[in-house]
């Protein structure tokens, strides 16, 4: 990289636009909104779709609801051609479908468009040229006047087809490509030239398309771009003002929501950003932005599963796992206290019985409203905090850790983990808790445990090995645990008492065993807490004594 990179680049000059009215706006409904998955998104790709793959993905544009969609380039090969015939001839877009097909202002494209498009109920005719300064030097070799004469000459052609489309409701759609790099002056005088010849009214408007072709600037300056064009052109109540961003920049979503409070009407993009480079505006993002502040985004992404599934077979892509929205891991929660905040926050939510606004931490919109679920799929890492450790433990092996053992739990796991340099499994963790308590048997280790009781008071006899030494000993109490302890204290082992107690059985794997957790309280005031595992329940809890003694 350069030392000094104002060497080789240059800033992007701003739009003047002192008073600029968009950044006090808010967003209150849906754009129009038109998919160029089967366009832009598919001349992107490695290996572009055969026709039935667009089939099965127009199927599936449809089914999100968009009512427009662009789906191709029908002059530029006979697989684009061929799709588009079968769209029509076979009667798969349903009547309130808008066919978009691009072309650019050739006169032998445009021809073979026209062809493409007969007998097609609805269909947007989208021409291009690129107008910006680089276009038009490197490119094209053309000055400005030169520019605008192609992008005349195309609505010329266009515009003399038309009557052959009889039965065919048309809208017209130009885009000055490389609008975002183009000086709004000129890109302003482009389509106002375009707009002589096509003549929109309010009442049969055209699109004017203002594609960020290259995302060259902050998503501010595009925002510029867009309101200066919306307060400056002529006729602005004749245009539909359209968007179509790229994501050189990474701000695709946010250039296209400054550019709707700019003023636009319509977005253009595709399914996860799909498209040229690092791809063109990600649709399901921008929809459920909208969702998530309460606005019907008017697309369906309920299943957003399903829609992963059929994209990803029929593109060749795959969606990242941190993509918004759709990605693997968008809810799932690594970090203790997230899996912590998201567990309360999901426990308030469904005790009001979902009747107040979301406000779940660290989830922007219930995951089940696009058929995902927040399954708890915990993993711990060294990351994670006593709540992810007690969670793998219970819901894989029933092992219901007292929450003040898991204090002293969580930590001994962490630092395992930590050791480990990676995630760990619920196996692994439970493997873990067995060696810090359940296998412990120095110094202490259980032969046998035998009670009898009487008026109340309960003797007990027990067999030990101490450092494996055989060792006896008797007690007695109000319980068998009292006994226990008592028989200690008589043979001369310092004071302890039981500080909790708990128990349960063990669901699964365990062949019907009970488990025990005691924290013994020393004399010093000292806690530790033990566990113990038994087909018995009166044998796991004196197992889980030898254990608490055994860790102290
Ligand atoms: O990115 C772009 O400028 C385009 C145009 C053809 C609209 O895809
Ligand atoms: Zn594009």
């Given at each position: ?16 636009l ?20 089967l ?26 609801g ?17 799709f ?6 076979e ?27 007969v ?71 482009v ?9 929109p ?13 290259v ?14 064009i ?47 480079r690092t791809?063109?505006?990600?649709i ?17 992404f ?79 890492n ?11 433990l ?70 030990f ?49 009970a488990?025990a ?36």
């Amino acid at each position: 990289m350069h030392k000094d990179p104002a060497k080789k680049y240059r800033p992007f000059p701003p739009v003047s636009l002192p008073d600029r009215q968009w950044p006090s706006r808010v967003l209150t409904h849906a754009p129009r909104w038109c998919s160029v998955d089967l366009r832009d998104g598919n001349q992107a790709l490695a290996v572009p779709m055969n026709v039935s793959q667009k089939l099965e993905l127009f199927q599936t544009l449809v089914k999100c609801g968009f009512k427009e969609i662009e789906v191709g380039f029908p002059s530029a090969s006979n697989t684009e051609f061929t799709f588009n015939r079968r769209l029509i001839e076979e009667n798969r877009a349903p009547a309130d479908v808008w066919l978009q097909v691009l072309v650019q202002a050739r006169e032998e494209l445009i021809e073979r468009t026209f062809e493409s498009l007969v007998g097609a109920k609805k269909a947007i005719i989208h021409l291009y040229n690129s107008t910006s300064p680089a276009q038009r030097r490197v490119v094209f070799g053309k000055s400005k006047d030169e520019i605008k004469a192609i992008a005349v000459q195309g609505a010329k052609l266009i515009k003399e087809r038309l009557p052959r489309l009889q039965g065919t409701e048309v809208v017209l759609q130009y885009s000055p490509e490389s609008f975002s790099g183009t000086e709004v002056e000129f890109a302003k005088e482009v389509s106002e030239a375009v707009m002589d010849v096509w003549r929109p009214t309010p009442q049969r408007k055209m699109i004017l398309n203002l594609p960020d072709t290259v995302e060259v600037a902050m998503a501010n300056v595009y925002a510029d771009q867009i309101e200066w064009i919306c307060r400056n052109i002529k006729h602005r109540d004749s245009l539909i003002i359209s968007l179509h961003t790229h994501n050189d920049r990474c701000t695709g979503v946010a250039a296209t929501e400054l550019g709707l409070l700019a003023g636009a009407d319509r977005v253009e993009g595709t399914l996860f950003g799909n498209g040229e480079r690092t791809g063109n505006l990600d649709i399901v993002t921008v929809a459920l932005n909208l969702y998530m502040h309460g606005i019907d985004p008017k697309l369906d992404f309920s299943d957003l599963g399903s829609i992963i599934e059929v994209y990803e077979r029929c593109t060749g892509m795959t969606v990242p796992a941190r993509q918004p929205y759709a990605g693997e891991l968008v809810f799932t929660a690594f970090s203790g206290s997230h899996q912590d905040a998201i567990r309360k926050g999901l426990a308030e939510w469904k005790q009001r019985g979902g009747q107040q606004p979301w406000d779940v931490p660290y989830l922007t919109i219930d995951p089940t409203d696009i058929g995902r679920e927040y399954r708890e799929v915990i993993r711990v890492n060294s990351q994670s905090g006593k709540g992810g450790v007690a969670y793998l433990l219970e819901s894989q092996f029933g092992i219901e850790l007292p929450k003040d053992m898991q204090r002293e739990f969580g930590p001994i796991a962490n630092e395992e983990v930590d050791r480990l340099g990676r995630e760990v499994t619920g196996a692994e963790l439970k493997a873990m808790f067995w060696r810090e308590y359940i296998e412990r048997n120095k110094p202490w280790q259980l032969k046998s445990f035998e009670t009898e009781g009487k008026n109340g008071v309960v003797r007990c006899h027990a067999k030990f090995l101490r450092d494996g030494k055989p060792v006896e000993l008797s007690g007695e109490g109000n319980g068998p645990l009292a006994a226990l302890v008592h028989g200690f204290g008589k043979a001369g082992v310092p004071r302890f008492e039981i500080a909790n107690y708990s128990e349960h059985a063990l669901s699964s794997g365990e062949e019907a065993a009970a488990i025990a957790y005691i924290q013994i309280k020393h004399a010093d005031g000292k806690t530790r807490w033990g566990a113990g595992v038994d087909t018995n329940i009166e044998l796991a809890s004196v197992r889980a004594v030898l254990s608490a003694l055994n860790r102290s």
